[in-house]
């Protein structure tokens, strides 16, 4: 089965992202992962320059 974020051929997961259903490779789940436990006191140096 396809990663619905990536595409890759590979063993999904199902997981709830944002209130929508996604079957999602591991890959993706620690990408997502990270971006949802990201504390708002995390320091400024971790930032992009773009944000």
Do not use: K
């Amino acid at each position: 089965m396809d990663c619905e974020r990536c595409g890759v051929d590979a063993t999904l997961t199902h997981r709830d992202v944002d209130g929508f259903a996604y079957y999602l490779c591991e890959a993706c789940i620690g990408g997502w992962d990270a971006v949802r436990t990201r504390s708002p006191e995390a320091s400024d140096e971790s930032r992009s320059a773009a944000q």
